[in-house]
């Protein structure tokens, strides 16, 4: 019977080995891609490439860190020259430091993106990640002293930067199968509202879900979005704007048939004069969010306003050196909106309720949406500008931009025009006020061209840049 109790522990033994060999291998494959990567960069005498990108994934790149583990049964074990029970303790000692070692290694190693340090959520351990105590480095920085720079603040990880963001954005557009029919979806709904039934633990990692992993991308995507949409769209006055919201209205339901009986008429009388007392507070409060909320909202289109005349005229601004006067202006109306966004959060603590939250968010949420639809629709600067290396006119017809494309016949245009600019000579346009010399801001697609097209030099596409790979040194 002993016998057949070490055969088994030696059965046991040569098949966890084989399992340790077996993932030691998969395990290994990292570190063989980084021992063929070196070789590949020494052949190409890459000094620079050869320190510092042995590892790089979607995130960035670092130096190398290379180790393999690798272990197995020993010959005593094989031999039966150790007792079973110190075996079995060994593979479950083994077992637990390895789970234990798994836990507390860095999940990758510093990684920096254009000499910047990315992000070291993803970097730090396990425990480090749970806890929260990777962002203890760039809290100390903070408090010590006393200001945080955008200089001093690591490189967003790659799930979180806005090219990456507005490609998922792109691609998101076309038309496709709709995420909730897939049922995998609906897994996700019903784990989400499970776990609000977890620990204040778990509860607070949720939140940080909610609004890190959903709540910063998203923001950050929409903001990109329509700023990417003021640089493309055109300079058109006497934009209109859409007032007025849909008032909110809250229903009551009155306890009737068998709840009169259940509860008696002076707990039905208490519940009656609570509602009585309490909806006219909540009518108050709803109105002083919404008026709070029209106030921000007119605030934040002057605001949009601003920033988007400074960007379309940023290159009279930088001629003309006023950066300082516009400087001041936007910060002005950026403390106004600051300003009127203070309002806005003393309803909350007049809420007795999670539903009328709800519905506010809501509220909000479905006007925010509709508001950045009909904007993303809005007409955007054709580009009618053929590349080349000189500026000329050829028999085209430019007009003021219009936000549609119904063009009058009484409406301002130069029509005809041929005009070829020297390549290496001064030009001078010289009118009368109100003869049409700005139109020639077509040259760079501030105006539309209605016949013809424009001949004039176009920077290269942003991925044919390299403006990252200039140094001191070149």
Known sequence: MADYSVRRIHNLSIVVGIAGSCLTAVASIPAIRAVIARYQLKKENDLYQSLCQLYQDED????ELFSVVNYGPSNRWRDGNTSPLLMVSSLIVAGLSSCYASVSLPRRPELYLEGKPVDYQFTDTFFGRISFSWAGPLLKSAIKNQTSEIDNLPALDYATRFTNLRDVFDKAKKPGEKFLENAYAWVWVFALGGSILLSSTVESWLYWVAQYQLGIPVYEQLSGVVFAKVIRRKDVKGRQQANGQPEQGDKQDHPQGPFDGLMGWRALGA????????????????????????????????????????????????????????????????????????PTFTPWSFSLAVLPELIADFVEGFVSTERIGKYSESSE??????????????K??????????????????????????????LSVISGKTGSGKSLLAAIVGEADVLQSVIRAPVPPPLEDKFDSKATKAN
């Open 60 to 63: 960035g790149h670092a130096t």
């Open 271 to 342: 519940g009656l004069l609570v509602s009585v007392v309490i909806t006219p507070i909540n009518i108050y409060t709803a109105k002083r969010y919404n008026s709070s909320q029209n106030t921000l909202m007119d605030h934040r289109d002057r605001k949009m306003g601003v920033v988007a005349e400074a960007l379309q005229g940023i290159r009279q601004v930088k001629f003309s050196t006023l950066e300082s006067q516009w400087e001041q202006k936007i910060f002005a109306v950026r403390e106004a909106e600051l300003s009127a966004q203070w």
């Open 381 to 394: 600067r054709a580009q009618k500008i053929l590349p080349t290396g000189h500026i000329s006119f050829e």
């Open 396 to 425: 085209s017809t430019v007009t003021w931009p219009t936000e549609n494309l119904d063009y009058k016949a009484e409406q301002f245009m130069l029509r005809d025009m041929n005009i070829n600019f020297p390549s290496k000579g």
